[in-house]
């Protein structure tokens, strides 16, 4: 029998890729892209989703993609956060300099929360049920990365 050594190294594998994310997120990340927040509501129990959802996991009924659509403000109210020295999008170099305040933020007038960076606030600040608005990438390419994350309001 013919046996054979493998040897593992230890690295990273970068792929590119691209995948659709579909018709309601679509629409979410085109309104972005001109600084607006939308939402939709389920026609049932009234809950609002930011961002949209197809199915309303409460009432398990499908929120139909032409109707229940509604404008938010860039406002919203801080739920929680969770203070961290890693970075959580860059697998390469975890480490940070200083450390970062991720929050949930519930926009004004939805029903669920965007996880998000909390910018320009020292750790000792962040209350929750706290004030906060978007800040806003200076030129939006309809993606998540268009909010660079919440300040205080
Ligand atoms: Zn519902």
């Given at each position: 029998?013919n046996e054979k050594i493998i040897v593992a190294n230890k690295g990273l594998v970068k792929?590119?890729?691209?995948?659709?994310?579909?018709?309601?997120?679509?629409?979410?990340?085109?309104?972005?892209?001109?600084?607006?927040?939308?939402?939709?509501?389920?026609?049932?129990?009234?809950?609002?989703?930011?961002?949209?959802?197809?199915?309303?996991?409460?009432?398990?009924?499908?929120?139909?993609?032409?109707?229940?659509?509604?404008?938010?403000?860039?406002?919203?109210?801080?739920?929680?956060?969770?203070?961290?020295?890693?970075?959580?999008?860059?697998?390469?170099?975890?480490?940070?300099?200083?450390?970062?305040?991720?929050?949930?933020?519930?926009?004004?007038?939805?029903?669920?929360?965007?996880?998000?960076?909390?910018?320009?606030?020292?750790?000792?600040?962040?209350?929750?049920?706290?004030?906060?608005k978007i800040k806003w990438e200076e030129n939006p390419k309809g993606d998540p990365s268009?909010?660079?994350?919440?300040?205080?309001?």
């Open positions: 029998m792929a590119e890729f691209a995948f659709w994310v579909g018709e309601y997120l679509d629409k979410f990340y085109d309104n972005l892209e001109n600084k607006k927040i939308v939402g939709n509501k389920c026609p049932k129990c009234g809950d609002v989703f930011v961002p949209p959802r197809k199915v309303c996991g409460k009432c398990n009924i499908v929120i139909p993609l032409e109707e229940n659509w509604v404008d938010l403000p860039e406002t919203g109210e801080l739920i929680n956060y969770t203070i961290t020295h890693y970075k959580v999008n860059d697998r390469s170099d975890r480490k940070v300099k200083k450390p970062q305040i991720i929050g949930i933020i519930k926009i004004d007038g939805s029903s669920t929360g965007l996880v998000y960076r909390l910018l320009d606030l020292e750790p000792e600040e962040v209350k929750i049920g706290m004030k906060m268009d909010i660079q994350g919440f300040i205080k309001a």
